[in-house]
């Protein structure tokens, strides 16, 4: 699997596209179902009320995953993520209304790394508040 985007085509500074992605109390079922996390503070606002949250929150590997396709559809290849790493910042919190939560991400390259492996730094929000810290990937480019 090989990155679409060249080493030689990308300096430090270089911006991917941003991309927001929205979260609704259905997509937190379907990925509770689908990661086996059925933890009820990701569904039920009873019970996350009850442990001090202030509603449903969003699960923190969603949250990630979500992050990372913004690198992914840049690269043109999810396997040209050699890794990737994330800080927990802030939950995102999902109402239970017709928009639920946005999760907005941006990223540029940080740095360029030996072997045509650059490192792209992300950043990502919800609500106005930083909910991902030191969000870094390091991509494998062509």
């Given amino acids: 699997m090989t990155a679409k985007v060249s080493y030689d085509s990308v300096e430090v500074g270089t911006e991917l596209p941003?991309?927001?992605?929205?979260?609704?109390?259905?997509?937190?079922?379907?990925?509770?179902?689908?990661?086996?996390?059925?933890?009820?503070?990701?569904?039920?606002?009873?019970?996350?009320?009850?442990?001090?949250?202030?509603?449903?929150?969003?699960?923190?590997?969603?949250?990630?995953a979500e992050a990372i396709r913004v690198v992914t559809d840049w690269a043109g290849d999810p396997g040209a993520v050699v890794e990737y790493g994330v800080r927990f910042t802030r939950q995102v919190v999902v109402p239970n209304d017709d928009k639920g939560a946005l999760i907005e991400v941006s990223a540029k390259v940080g740095a360029l790394l030996d072997g045509k492996r650059v490192r792209v730094d992300l950043t990502a929000t919800s609500g106005d508040k930083k909910v991902l810290g030191m969000s870094r990937a390091v991509v494998q480019l062509g």
Avoid: C
């Fill in 18 to 64: 941003p991309q927001s992605f929205p979260v609704t109390r259905a997509t937190l079922v379907q990925y509770a179902g689908a990661s086996g996390d059925f933890n009820p503070i990701h569904w039920n606002e009873k019970f996350a009320r009850e442990v001090g949250l202030e509603d449903v929150i969003a699960h923190g590997m969603f949250t990630m």
